[in-house]
């Protein structure tokens, strides 16, 4: 069986990489549309620093902020009237996963016939759209090396990803600087999903050694690191360790996909309106001894790693980052849970999972949950 390996053209990272923005900016392109979040961003004074870095390097620069915390297919579509009426040649997305999301869907559909509900139920994306630069100010999502974008519709409601070459940025600029004014729960929320994803890439059937070795490293760093950026914001070497983690697991799960937690996270997420870390961070303990049979080396492995039961270790950091264990507290309710079971196990992301997942396992981690 063959396998191909792919990732952002370009990676930058470490402590000042944000002021190479301009630079790697101006190699692509004359005419520049910054994607982020609303208010965030602009408050924390990042918004003007990046207009500022991309007009001292000779780019016109214009913002697109409005992208809401779960980004809309509504959200995207003015995003690319906005990046069409500018004629941008080159989109900037900083910010959590939800503004690289946002901006990676709008440059990829830059070129796009139809409106993005089109592509959200299934038709093929453009092959080539505008490229963009994707700056992470949160350590855990990855979403600076994936060619994927979440995104919801909340007319039905439902959250799920869209996916194609186009999406995947041109350069990555990974500076952990920017993730310091992050505030512990944020910390703690995000830095659980780059754990997941580090963890189901690891032990998806489509990992590769590439994959496994990203994978596994990142695994190590999130155990050590995690605890003392929560505890500490300005830890420096613990955010950098972070920084690298995250863009780690980000590369290796592009490559090799997720498992059930992340089958089950969207439409619980969506559902009790949680953040996709926290719901990630509650369901991986379940999830990891549900595959404990399924791929014991693999489990051995991690354990090894984590320095004691792996599922155990996943618990105590719950704890550790004060994340709720179970999903009480957003009134899990078991009337929800065929329609919940339904909408996860077309997922992708199940079909990636080492063990094959019933219906009926899914409800016995609901039950645990509820
Ligand atoms: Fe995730």
């Known amino acids: 069986m063959t396998s191909t390996?792919?990732?952002?053209?370009?990676?930058?990272?470490?402590?000042?990489?944000?002021?190479?923005?301009?630079?790697?900016?101006?190699?692509i392109g004359?005419?520049?549309?910054?994607?982020t979040g609303r208010r965030a961003m602009r408050d924390a004074g990042v918004t003007d620093r990046t207009l500022a870095l991309l007009r001292a390097a000779g780019l016109d620069a214009d913002v697109y902020e409005d992208v809401p915390p779960e980004p809309t297919i509504d959200s995207v579509d003015a995003g690319v009237h906005r990046l069409r009426q500018r004629s941008a040649d080159v989109v900037i997305g900083i910010g959590g996963g939800s503004a690289i999301?946002?901006?990676?869907?709008?440059?990829?559909?830059?070129?796009?016939?139809?409106?993005?509900?089109?592509?959200?139920?299934?038709?093929?994306?453009?092959?080539?759209?505008?490229?963009?630069i994707a700056v992470p100010t949160t350590a855990g999502t990855g979403a600076e090396v994936t060619p994927n974008s979440v995104l919801s519709d909340p007319a039905t409601p439902t959250k799920q990803s869209i996916r194609g070459d186009a999406l995947m940025p041109v350069v990555a600029l990974v500076d952990p600087n920017l993730t310091v004014s992050m505030p512990p729960n944020v910390t703690a929320r995000s830095g659980m999903d780059a754990l997941t994803q580090a963890i189901e890439s690891y032990w998806s059937l489509h990992a590769t050694p590439i994959t496994e070795g990203l994978a596994l490293h990142a695994v190590k760093l999130i155990r050590k690191h995690l605890p003392k950026a929560f505890a500490d914001g300005a830890d420096m070497p613990a955010r950098e360790a972070m920084a690298y983690a995250s863009l780690m697991a980000g590369i290796a799960f592009a490559n090799s996909r997720l498992g059930a937690v992340h089958g089950l996270a969207h439409p619980?997420?969506?559902?009790?309106?949680?953040?996709?870390?926290?719901?990630?961070?509650?369901?991986?303990?379940?999830v990891m001894r549900l595959n404990r049979q399924a791929a014991p080396e693999k489990y051995d492995r991690l354990s090894h790693v984590v320095g004691g039961d792996a599922a155990d270790v996943a618990t105590g950091l719950l704890e550790r980052l004060e994340i709720p264990a179970t999903l009480k507290h957003v009134g899990l309710n078991r009337a929800d849970f065929d329609a919940i079971v339904a909408e996860s196990m077309p997922s992708g992301s199940l079909k990636a999972n080492p063990k094959k997942v019933t219906e009926e396992d899914l409800v016995a981690i609901l039950e645990a949950l509820a």
């Open 5 to 27: 390996f792919t990732t952002a053209h370009r990676i930058v990272t470490g402590q000042g990489a944000f002021n190479d923005l301009g630079t790697l900016a101006a190699r």
């Open 30 to 35: 004359r005419t520049s549309l910054v994607v």
């Open 268 to 286: 619980l997420g969506i559902r009790y309106h949680i953040p996709h870390g926290q719901v990630c961070a509650i369901l991986l303990p379940h």
């Open 101 to 132: 999301d946002a901006a990676k869907a709008i440059g990829g559909l830059a070129h796009a016939d139809g409106d993005c509900a089109t592509y959200f139920r299934g038709k093929a994306l453009p092959k080539t759209g505008v490229p963009v």
